[in-house]
C-alpha cells in the first residue's frame, strides 16, 4: 500500500454552477470559471475556465461557450469531464509528473442532488484518473470551511448561495437535521438584473455585463449604510439599435432582486419552521452562517437578520468557504469518514 500512496495525489473539489476550485496540498491551484468554450465544427475545447469565460458573449458561430453545470449539477457530460481534466492538469504540482498521478478526491454535491446525478459526478471523476472519489454535501462542507464543529450536538444553521442554488441546512452531530436546496441563486440574479434593464431601461446588456453591475453595485436593500457609487452601463438600445449608455443606482438594482431575495428569505423561515426544537434552541443563540458568493451581496445578511430576528454572520472569504471545508474533509478522511459518501 505504501509504495502506491506515494504515487496518490489528493486534491478537493468544488464543482460550482459560477466557479471551479480545487485545492492541493491546502494550497487553492484552481479558482476559474465553469465555462467550456466547443468548436462546434471538430467539437474539439477550444478553453475552459477565465479564457473560455472572456469569450462569453462574444463568440461567433464556430464557437460555442458552455456551462458544463446547471444549478450545481452536471448538465453537459462531455464538456464537464474534460473541464475538470483540463483543470486538473493545469496543476501546477502534478505538471512537473511524468505520468498521471492516482488521484484521491473530496468532490462536493449540492444537498438537492439525485442519486443519478450523484453517478454522473463519480463517474466524471473515475475517468479523470480518480481512484478513491468520496462525495461531500455542500452545506457540510460550508460549514467545516466557516470553521464550525459540526461533530458536537450543537444546531448550526448555513445557508449558502452559489451561482445554481442556495443550499440552507441545520446540521448537528455530523449530519443535516433538515435541508432546503432552491434554484435561486447568483445565475437568478443576474438574469433578474439582464430582465430590469430591459424593461425598465429599453437596454439590452450581456450577462457578462449583468454579472458586474451585481458585483459592484448589487444591494439586497434600498438603504445601505455606505452605499456604492452609480454606475454607467452600456448595452443595446432596444428601440433604435443603437449601444448607448446609462447611469443606475443600487437602488434600482435592490428593486430588480426584491423578488428573488423574498424566495431566499422564504427557504429559510421554512427550514427554520422545520427545525426540531431543540436545535432552534441552539441556533437562536449561534445565529446564521453566510457562505458562497451570493452571500456578499450588499445588506443581505442585514435583511435576513430583519426577517429571521438572529443573528447572521458572513463566512470569512465566502467564495472558498465550501473549497477550504472540502480540503479539510479531505486531510481529516478518518474523522470526517461517516460524512463522506463513498
Known amino acids: 500500500m505504501g509504495f502506491f500512496d506515494f504515487l496518490t495525489e489528493e486534491i478537493a473539489i468544488d464543482l460550482g454552477t459560477a466557479n471551479t476550485l480545487i485545492i492541493h496540498d491546502g494550497k487553492v491551484v484552481v479558482d476559474s470559471p465553469s465555462i467550456v468554450a466547443r468548436d462546434r465544427i471538430s467539437g474539439k475545447?477550444?478553453?475552459v475556465g477565465k479564457e473560455a469565460s472572456m469569450m462569453q458573449g462574444k463568440t461567433h458561430e464556430n464557437i460555442k461557450t458552455i456551462r458544463p453545470l446547471k444549478d450545481g449539477?452536471?448538465?453537459?457530460?462531455?464538456?464537464?469531464?474534460?473541464?475538470i481534466n483540463m483543470f486538473i492538469k493545469n496543476i501546477p504540482a502534478l505538471k512537473k509528473k511524468w505520468f498521471p498521478p492516482a488521484l484521491r478526491m473530496v468532490i462536493c454535491i449540492p444537498s438537492g442532488i439525485t442519486e443519478v446525478e450523484m453517478r454522473a459526478v463519480k463517474e466524471s471523476a473515475e475517468r479523470v484518473n480518480g481512484?478513491?472519489?468520496?462525495?461531500?454535501?455542500?452545506?457540510?462542507?460550508?460549514?467545516?470551511?466557516?470553521?464550525?464543529?459540526?461533530?458536537?450536538p450543537k444546531g448550526n444553521m448555513i445557508v449558502d448561495i452559489g451561482g445554481g442554488t442556495t443550499e440552507i441546512a441545520v446540521i448537528a452531530l455530523g449530519g443535516i437535521v433538515c435541508d432546503k436546496s432552491v434554484k435561486?441563486?447568483?445565475d437568478v440574479f443576474t438574469n433578474d438584473i439582464?430582465?430590469?434593464?430591459?424593461?425598465?431601461?429599453?437596454?439590452?446588456?450581456?450577462e457578462t455585463t449583468a454579472e458586474a453591475i451585481k458585483i459592484e453595485i448589487g444591494s439586497a436593500t434600498e438603504d445601505l449604510q455606505t452605499p456604492p457609487d452609480d454606475k454607467s452601463v452600456q448595452g443595446r438600445d432596444l428601440l433604435t439599435g443603437k449601444p448607448k449608455q446609462v447611469q443606475i443606482s443600487y437602488r434600482e438594482i435592490a428593486k430588480a432582486l426584491d423578488k428573488s431575495i423574498l424566495r431566499v428569505e422564504d427557504a429559510v423561515m421554512e427550514t427554520l419552521s422545520q427545525t426540531p426544537p431543540e436545535l432552534a434552541a441552539d441556533i437562536y443563540n449561534t445565529g446564521i452562517y453566510l457562505a458562497g458568493g451570493g452571500s456578499m451581496l450588499r445588506g443581505l445578511d442585514r435583511r435576513?437578520?430583519?426577517?429571521?430576528?438572529?443573528?447572521?454572520?458572513?463566512?470569512?472569504d465566502p467564495l472558498?468557504?465550501?473549497v477550504r471545508g472540502t480540503g479539510i474533509a479531505l486531510k481529516n478522511l478518518e474523522r470526517y469518514k461517516n460524512i463522506l459518501i463513498k
Request: hydrophobic share 50%; charged share 20%.
Open 184 to 186: 435561486i441563486a447568483g
Open 304 to 316: 435576513l437578520s430583519q426577517k429571521t430576528d438572529l443573528p447572521v454572520y458572513i463566512a470569512e
Open 45 to 47: 475545447i477550444i478553453a
Open 194 to 206: 439582464i430582465y430590469y434593464m430591459r424593461t425598465q431601461h429599453n437596454l439590452y446588456v450581456g
Open 73 to 83: 449539477v452536471i448538465a453537459d457530460f462531455d464538456a464537464s469531464e474534460k473541464m
Open 131 to 152: 481512484k478513491e472519489v468520496y462525495l461531500i454535501h455542500e452545506p457540510m462542507a460550508a460549514a467545516i470551511g466557516i470553521g464550525l464543529d459540526i461533530m458536537q
Open 320 to 322: 472558498r468557504a465550501v
